[in-house]
C-alpha cells in the first residue's frame, strides 16, 4: 500500500502535525516501561515524512533514560494543555538518523479497516531487545 498523507492532532487540537506514511509498513508497541504504562502504539517514519504544524510551544517533553544506557533514545512530546501523548522523536542509525514515533492514535480520517491490518512488530524494550518480541504481549 503507498504512502498516505495523514493529518494528526491532540484531543484539544493546539498541536497539529503532517506525516505520509503507509500503515502497511507496521506499527509498533513496546514493553518497556515508560510503553508499557502509556499503552504506546506507535509508527515509525523518517524525519522528512513529518511536519509540526503548530506552535512547538504548546507541547512539553520527557526524556528518560533507560538503565544502562547514556542517555535517552526518545523524546516523547505531550501537549501541554490537554495532556495527549503526540508524538516522539530520536535519532539512530538503524533507523537513517533522525526519526519520529508518530502516535497512531492520533491520526484523523484514517480507515478503520486499514488500521487494523496495519502489522504490528512487538518489541521486549523491557529487558533491551528491541530486535526481540516479549515473552508476554496480552498487555500491548
Given amino acids: 500500500m503507498p504512502q498516505k498523507h ?6 484539544c487540537g493546539a498541536v497539529s502535525y503532517e ?6 509498513e507496521g ?6 516501561t515508560y510503553c508499557a504504562k502509556a499503552r504506546s502504539w ?7 515524512r513529518f511536519a509540526l504544524t503548530s506552535d512547538p510551544a504548546a507541547q512539553t517533553e520527557y526524556r528518560w533514560t533507560p538503565p544502562g544506557r547514556s542517555g535517552p533514545f526518545l ?14 522523536w530520536g535519532e539512530h542509525a538503524s533507523f537513517g538518523g533522525r ?7 492520533l ?3 484514517v480507515d478503520v479497516d486499514e ?3 496495519a502489522p504490528i512488530v512487538y518489541q521486549d524494550g523491557l529487558h533491551d531487545h528491541f530486535d526481540e518480541a516479549p515473552a508476554d504481549m496480552r498487555l500491548l
Fill in 107 to 109: 491520526l484523523e480520517g
Fill in 19 to 24: 506525516v505520509d506514511l503507509d500503515l502497511a
Fill in 42 to 48: 506507535f509508527a515509525f517514519v523518517p524525519a522528512d
Fill in 6 to 11: 495523514y493529518k494528526a492532532r491532540c484531543h
Fill in 75 to 88: 523524546h516523547h512530546l505531550f501537549c501541554k494543555a490537554c495532556g495527549s501523548r503526540t508524538y516522539a
Fill in 99 to 105: 526519526f519520529h514515533a508518530i502516535n497512531v492514535a
Fill in 27 to 32: 506499527t509498533r508497541r513496546c514493553n518497556c
Fill in 115 to 117: 488500521l487494523v491490518a
